[in-house]
T-cell receptor, first 113, second 113 residues
Framework: AQSVTQLGSHVSVSEGALVLLRCNYS??????LFWYVQYPNQGLQLLLK??????LVKGINGFEAEFKKSETSFHLTKPSAHMSDAAEYFC???????????FGRGTSLIVHP | NAGVTQTPKFQVLKTGQSMTLQCAQD?????MSWYRQDPGMGLRLIHY???????DQGEVPNGYNVSRSTTEDFPLRLLSAAPSQTSVYFC????????????FGPGTRLTVL
């Protein structure tokens, strides 16, 4: 069985501030982890993914995430928020044997000028 | 590649009406799935398919039917629409490996009056 918990349904930051979106997972076998982004009135698109190579993964638009097995975490960060980063962010977990990834409930990122 | 396409983009139904939401992908993906997205609930899996002729229920299957006669198409049928089915519906497809990215369609916004 696999599951994902995203801490905080809403995160608010000022433009230029650090972005930190939290994701913790549960999996009985080695996981594959994903972050997806959903801009208003659009479908989800892949931001980055961890597939058991490097534990620090870089994605699009300056985002990165670090896989920490000891903490069962895969938090998403960006050093400096931009207004265009305002969106819904979803963490997801998959394994080699799973047909469909399991998604978290999402975190809405709000960026203030 | 068009990726994952969904039609229609918007639909208004009256209670008791039936309709089919269309989904197609041109990436030769084995796995396809349907989600609904409601405020505060994240993405909830309705039905999924692991190949032509094979479908299974997800988290919230009641009131919906699916079929998968071809690799490309995965329509979702609402048998007798209810106001509780007012939602945004997303179709997604994915290759057969745990590391593969889930690709999403642009969504269908459905309102049931």
């Amino acid at each position: 069985a696999q599951s994902v918990t995203q801490l905080g349904s809403h995160v608010s930051v000022s433009e230029g501030a650090l972005v930190l979106l939290r994701c913790n997972y549960s999996s009985s076998v080695p996981p594959y982890l994903f972050w997806y982004v959903q801009y208003p009135n659009q479908g989800l698109q892949l931001l980055l993914k961890y597939t058991s190579a490097a534990t620090l993964v870089k994605g699009i638009n300056g985002f990165e995430a670090e896989f920490k097995k000891s903490e069962t975490s895969f938090h998403l960060t960006k050093p400096s928020a931009h207004m265009s980063d305002a969106a819904e962010y979803f963490c997801a977990v998959s394994t080699g044997g799973s047909y469909i990834p399991t998604f978290g409930r999402g975190t809405s990122l709000i960026v203030h000028p | 590649n068009a990726g994952v396409t969904q039609t229609p983009k918007f639909q208004v139904l009256k209670t008791g009406q039936s309709m089919t939401l269309q989904c197609a992908q041109d990436m030769n993906h084995e796995y396809m799935s349907w989600y609904r997205q409601d405020p505060g609930m994240g993405l909830r899996l309705i039905h999924y398919s692991v190949g032509a002729g094979i479908t299974d229920q997800g988290e919230v299957p009641n009131g919906y039917n699916v079929s998968r006669s071809t690799t490309e198409d995965f329509p979702l049928r609402l048998l007798s629409a209810a106001p509780s089915q007012t939602s945004v519906y997303f179709c997604a497809s994915r290759g057969g490996r745990g590391t593969d990215t889930q690709y999403f369609g642009p969504g269908t916004r459905l309102t049931v009056l």
